[in-house]
T-cell receptor, first 112, second 111 residues
Framework: TQLLEQSPQFLSIQEGENLTVYCNSSSVFSSLQWYRQEPGEGPVLLVT?????EVKKLKRLTFQFGDARKDSSLHITAAQPGDTGLYLCAGRYTGTASKLTFGTGTRLQVTL | NAGVMQNPRHLVRRRGQEARLRCSPM?????VYWYRQLPEEGLKFMVYLQKENIIDESGMPKERFSAEFPKEGPSILRIQQVVRGDSAAYFCATQGGNEQFFGPGTRLTVL
């Protein structure tokens, strides 16, 4: 069974602070995606990373894929209340066709 | 959520009843994935279907759960004789290239 660990589980910070969320596995991903989910809604795709060492930026969000393609991180700079939500990483493991394995999520709350 | 439609959005059933959840993928997409999300947990893969075929059902419970994706019409996830432990949010997703796009989900509550 492939496990995808996400940390921290909960994060409460003030507006303007920086934060990093981590996603780790013992197995190699063929690709990895980050989603954000609002209460009562489905996950919304933020980014897909495929190449080891890849870094992608989306405004104040920076996504990094580990060189060995077993881990990833999401860094948010100068967090805003609108960043509040559940952040999920989801990996597609080599040899498992198309299904995604999700991490348990990081619930972020950004207060004024 | 990129045009993936699910209905109903909320479904309440009593123990022992049947639940039918529907998913209409984005236009032109013929692959559907179903995931289940228990409260305060991440999503767990259930089943992957193409039109008229089940490709991977490794995440489906062995009993009471079934899924189909007919040639015409939406994909349906059917849960027979529901129990309280089936209460969860059920999401479907469609695939575009390397990425999966999710619908808004059906929240099933079993009384």
């Amino acid at each position: 069974t492939q496990l995808l660990e996400q940390s921290p589980q909960f994060l409460s910070i003030q507006e303007g602070e920086n934060l990093t969320v981590y996603c780790n596995s013992s197995s190699v991903f063929s690709s990895l995606q980050w989603y954000r989910q609002e209460p009562g809604e489905g996950p919304v795709l933020l980014v897909t990373v495929v190449t080891g060492g890849e870094v992608k930026k989306l405004k104040r969000l920076t996504f990094q894929f580990g060189d060995a393609r077993k881990d990833s991180s999401l860094h948010i700079t100068a967090a805003q209340p609108g960043d509040t939500g559940l952040y999920l990483c989801a990996g597609r493991y080599t040899g498992t066709a198309s299904k995604l394995t999700f991490g348990t999520g990081t619930r972020l709350q950004v207060t004024l | 959520n990129a045009g993936v439609m699910q209905n109903p959005r909320h479904l309440v059933r009593r123990r022992g009843q049947e639940a039918r959840l529907r998913c209409s993928p984005m236009k032109g997409h013929s692959h559907v994935y179903w995931y289940r999300q228990l409260p305060e947990e991440g999503l767990k893969f259930m089943v992957y279907l193409q039109k008229e075929n089940i490709i991977d059902e490794s995440g489906m419970p062995k009993e009471r759960f079934s899924a189909e994706f007919p040639k015409e019409g939406p994909s349906i996830l059917r849960i027979q004789q529901v129990v309280r432990g089936d209460s969860a949010a059920y999401f479907c997703a469609t695939q575009g290239g390397n990425e999966q796009f999710f619908g808004p989900g059906t929240r099933l509550t079993v009384l």
